[in-house]
């Protein structure tokens, strides 16, 4: 009797495990597993069909490992870039990106630096575009936490008159010249080409200095001035409003004609240490995309200056006509190096407290 209670007592054992097993089995089951749609070729050949209704082209893809450079941009995440530019030619030649939606970036336009510097110290933008000089100040007052990361105009400046008494510097002596941009690359690159022709500012030459450039085209036309110091674009605005308007002097050819060994520069892009150190795989993009943007706006000249128009930076007969006189470049890297500290130079020779009263360190030149 004992025996077989010992053998029922073993059959309902096995029973209740077996059924117990059936359960759990059942409840492993109930969540289908995902498979891939379509499975690579036995061939060992990629398909690189488009997707029904797709217009994208097959991605190319490589066994190789990325360098460096190619591992930040995959390990990047994603971030939106705050640039900031001026009215005028550092705007210009961000037009076709700027009029990209997808870009990444998030662009602010303005009239003055004075507008734009404070907002980047105090981290409100991560990149701008200013003054070559004052991305210079900003690295001295910030204790080195302001980069540049290209430059992106050269000279610009042009001495117009409503006339035709001055044919050379020398000229400009007893005159009175409507200018802006004081504290930045026209007053310097002004005064130091004033004093290398023998003209002391606000001694043998008056410079009647006005918050934007708009002002000294406006004092033009009404006829508070007839001589004064305008960049691209804003000689041609001039020019369209005054037809006897001239351009007498181009300041980048005055500074040529001294053998200084150095470039006249008008603005950088500058950016916040702690975004370059922090996102370097957005930086490279932007460079990258804004390079391409310049290249763009230089060889399609109409079709920019309709972009530039409807960004309200200059109207766009205005920009058509100005573009070849603006010399939009993005220059990067180690010739972003070999150019810019030359003028620096020349500046703090000149005037120390242009640059902010010391010459920047070479961590100042990104990707140098």
């Not at 200013?130 to 001495?159: D, F, K, Q, S």
């Not at 500074?255 to 470039?263: I, M, Y």
């Not at 932007?286 to 230089?298: E, H, K, M, P, T």
């Amino acid at each position: 009797m004992k025996f077989l209670d010992m053998q029922m007592i073993e059959r309902n054992a096995a029973l209740f495990l077996a059924a117990l097993l059936l359960v759990f089995l059942s409840g492993c089951g109930g969540a289908p597993v995902e498979t891939p749609e379509k499975s690579a070729p036995e061939s060992g050949v990629e398909d690189t069909a488009k997707p029904a209704g797709s217009d994208a082209e097959p991605v190319e893809t490589s066994d190789a490992a990325p360098d460096d450079g190619e591992a930040q941009l995959l390990d990047a995440d994603p971030v939106t870039v705050r640039v900031a530019a001026l009215k005028g030619p550092t705007a210009m030649g961000l037009v076709k990106l700027m009029s990209e939606t997808d870009d990444g970036c998030e662009f602010t336009l303005a009239a003055s630096p004075d507008e734009v510097a404070p907002r980047l110290i105090q981290g409100e933008l991560d990149i701008a575009c200013i003054p070559a000089n004052l991305a210079a100040v900003l690295y001295n007052r910030t204790g080195g936490e302001i980069v540049t990361l290209a430059v992106n105009t050269l000279g610009v400046l042009y001495i117009v008159e409503n006339g035709n008494a001055i044919q050379s510097m020398e000229d400009l002596r007893g005159m009175t010249i409507a200018a802006s941009g004081k504290g930045s690359t026209p007053e310097y690159a002004l005064y130091y080409l004033l004093r290398q022709n023998g003209l002391e500012p606000d001694i043998d030459v008056t410079i009647d200095w006005k918050s934007e450039h708009s002002e000294c085209v406006t004092a033009l036309a009404t006829g508070n001035a007839t001589v004064a110091l305008l960049p691209q674009p804003f000689v041609t605005v001039a020019q369209n409003q005054l037809e006897d308007l001239r351009v007498a002097l181009d300041l980048t050819r005055e500074w040529d004609a001294l053998g200084n060994g150095s470039t006249l520069i008008t603005g950088v892009a500058a950016a916040r240490r702690a975004f370059v150190d922090e996102h370097p795989a957005a930086v490279a993009q932007f460079l990258d995309a804004y390079a391409d943007s310049v290249a763009w706006v230089n060889a399609n000249p109409a079709d920019a200056a309709a972009l530039i128009g409807a960004a309200d930076i200059v109207p766009a007969p205005v920009a058509e006509k100005a573009l070849p006189y603006c010399n939009i470049v993005c220059v990067r890297g180690p010739e972003l190096a070999a150019i810019l500290p030359g003028y620096l130079s020349v500046l703090y020779d000149a005037a120390p407290e242009s640059v902010g009263g010391a010459l920047p360190e070479s961590d100042f030149y990104y990707g140098a």
